[in-house]
């Protein structure tokens, strides 16, 4: 996995050489060209990474990120050659990383610049957007109304609808309770019918490069209205159409709490004005995305994608992927390629580099906001509860993990034993072992956290 270091005559002398060639307008080089050239001749000169030749595939959006001023090269070197030693043994056919750490630079770079599967590291990109984009603060509300008047006996001359908000953690109990809140105010009695609204988001169930068994296992099907996470029913009528069984659910609910309702539950809603009669509210918007990124939850991450969308004016998963790379465009961090929320599709693709800028400039905007949004090395809930405990690791790593067939990967931040900021992306491919996969990459968290110049 390591190169021999150039010798430092050869780098001297080739660097000279450039030089000339350029001054001398030999190569027939524009002036941003040229401009590259002095860039990869400093790095040759001061012994910075070079990122590796990438075999022919599509165009990458992004290069490595500017490298951290590097005062202790020798430390770096010491760091470098302890994480890529933890690697060894990885069963990665196809191992890609990058890490860069504050005050020594571009530490690792092993084909830093190849796209690769990020599976569920995806979820930083959809969790930072739904904190930028929608708001920390934001609630889902899921709004309930009637058309018609409701008279003196208590009958409403009319229908209830329920409007899906797209709030992915809405649960039975919590609508049980807007049910018992409706016959509170006096409604015996129900005309007319009672209908859901799914029309804040489009009606795809899943998404493309996901495998048959990912819904319900992996994520319930997506609706904007969702109940208990839309995997309480896993026949195909349901999963192919889950608003239809989640309003049948609440009519159920309603007569439950004393409301007899003469007409069917029907998706689509209904002519007329329509008057508030109960409402729920999620938790904030920053707590959803602590939980999904901390357990990473597959269908809330489709779900913000999805609601990502909407806030742009596209409410769909496409919708949602096309508002994030101008996010990242925007920080000048490139355009990873995404398809979904969650990583779960193959066909997803970020470089570690990508990701590293991306964390970077994240932190940089939020601060420790969303670091701590991240699972901890060891702590007591999240993905990450049961690795480097017992070690100096525990609690100096806050990172996205992810897994699929064949593919390990962890990414996001972490602090040296000395104090320094570290921003890491592990995109391990072809994986033979997965549990020698992970070992490695623990391996390298510790040598990262035990570092100490």
Known sequence: MTTPDTPAL??????????????????????????????????????????????????LAVAAPEPLPARQPAAGERLRGAILGAFEGSTAAHPAMAVAVEGLGHVVDVNGLSPMPPAST???????AALMQLGGDTRFRTEIFRTGKVDEQGRLQGHIVLVGSGDPTLTKLQLQAQALQIAASGVRFVQGHVYADEDRYDRARNVNGWKAEFVPFNSGSLSAFALDRNNWRTDAEYLSDPASGNIIWFH??????????????????????????????SDPMSVIVANMLKSSDNFAA?????????????????????????????????????????????????????????????????????????????????????????????????????????????????????GRRVWFSFLLSGVASPAEAKAAIDRALLAIATFAE
Request: charge should be neutral.
């Open 10 to 59: 050869y780098r001297i002398a080739l660097s000279v050489w450039c030089l000339i060639l350029v001054a001398a307008g030999v190569l027939g080089l524009t002036a941003p060209q040229q401009a590259a050239v002095m860039r990869a001749v400093r790095a040759i000169v001061v012994n910075e990474d070079v990122p590796p030749h990438r075999e022919a595939g599509p165009p």
């Open 122 to 128: 995806q979820k930083i990109y959809t969790g930072a």
């Open 252 to 281: 159920k609910a309603l007569q439950d709490a004393g409301i007899e309702v003469a007409g069917a539950a029907s998706v689509g809603p209904p002519n007329g004005k329509l008057t508030l009669i109960a409402a729920h509210e």
């Open 302 to 418: 489709e779900m913000l994608m999805k609601e990502i969308g909407r806030k742009a004016g596209n409410p769909t998963t496409a919708g949602g992927t096309e508002a994030i790379a101008k996010m990242t465009e925007g920080f000048d961090v490139g355009r990873p390629h995404m398809v979904d929320g969650s990583g779960l599709s193959i066909e997803n693709r970020q470089t570690p580099w990508e990701q590293v800028a991306f964390l970077m400039k994240i932190e940089a905007a939020q601060g420790a906001a969303f670091r701590d949004s991240l699972a901890v090395s060891c702590d007591i809930v999240g993905t990450l509860r049961n690795r480097l405990c017992g070690t100096p690791g525990a609690g100096r790593i806050y990172a996205k993990s992810g897994s699929l067939t064949a593919v390990n990967t962890l990414s996001g931040y972490a602090i040296t034993a000395s």
